[in-house]
Nanobody, 124 residues
Framework: QVQLVESGGGLVQAGGSLRLSCAASGRTFSSYYMGWFRQAPGKEREFVAGISWSAGGTLYADFAKGRFTISRDNAKNTMYLQMHSLKPEDTAIYSC?????????????????WGQGTQVTVSS
């Protein structure tokens, strides 16, 4: 069984930064594509960023490009999302997820394990 636990969320002013972490259990973390998603109240879950197993390939949603950076440390079974220049519209619950495979995907249905999420609130 795989468990994903996010941390690092909180309340920040617009323009501020946060670093989210996703700690994974299980020895197969390094074999899978991983992603960050977010869901704001009343909105559908949306893709934020993804990273290949080797960290050699990353993918970002348009709103994340230039502001967010995804990374992973397979030795620590941990993935990160560094967020800068945060905006009020970034307010959401951020969740990490494990792709059921190694290929890139922006679709939530292609991810089989999810964390419980961490709240990010950006005040104006």
């Amino acid at each position: 069984q795989v468990q994903l636990v996010e941390s690092g969320g909180g309340l920040v002013q617009a323009g501020g930064s946060l670093r989210l972490s996703c700690a994974a259990s299980g020895r197969t973390f390094s074999s899978y594509y991983m992603g960050w998603f977010r869901q704001a109240p009343g909105k559908e879950r949306e893709f934020v960023a993804g990273i290949s197993w080797s960290a050699g390939g990353t993918l970002y949603a348009d709103f994340a490009k230039g502001r967010f950076t995804i990374s992973r440390d397979n030795a620590k079974n941990t993935m990160y999302l560094q967020m800068h220049s945060l905006k009020p519209e970034d307010t959401a619950i951020y969740s990490c997820a494990r792709r059921s495979g190694i290929l890139t995907s922006r679709l939530p249905r292609d991810y089989d394990y999810w964390g419980q999420g961490t709240q990010v609130t950006v005040s104006s």
